[in-house]
């Protein structure tokens, strides 16, 4: 599986974005997905994850009530809606397929993740 990232920017504190993450192959059904983030220095940390059918999610206490996950299977893409954007959301993101993920999983570790897309750059100025 192949994952293309894309949708970063630059965005002034209060904006939003959104990113996209495609994915190659015939069996993105069958990945719960992840959105992850690191700044220089840090370690990567998960933002949000969502099931194989979408029916579960999980977010990070940092961005509930402004970041939605989703994904259409029918085009292999998970989505990351980011709004109200503030200048600590600045960060290169990660998309990532855990191919292992039972139905309702939502996994919020790195561990289980078998594939990584290659980032895109979020830049929230204040």
């Known amino acids: 599986v192949q994952l293309q990232a894309s949708g970063g920017g630059l965005v002034q504190a209060g904006g939003s974005l959104r990113l996209s993450c495609a994915a190659s192959g015939r069996t993105f059904s069958s990945y719960a997905m992840g959105w992850f983030r690191q700044v220089p220095g840090k370690e990567r940390e998960s933002v949000a994850a969502i099931s194989r059918s979408g029916g579960r999610t999980y977010y990070a206490d940092s961005v509930k009530g402004r970041f939605t996950i989703s994904r259409d299977n029918a085009k292999n893409t998970v989505y990351l809606q980011m709004n109200s954007l503030q200048p600590e959301d600045t960060a290169v993101y990660y998309c990532?397929?855990?191919?292992?993920?039972?139905?309702?999983?939502?996994?919020?570790?790195?561990?289980?993740?078998?594939?990584w897309g290659q980032g895109t750059q979020v830049t929230v100025s204040s």
């Open positions: 990532a397929a855990d191919q292992s993920a039972t139905y309702y999983a939502t996994p919020h570790d790195e561990i289980p993740y078998d594939y």
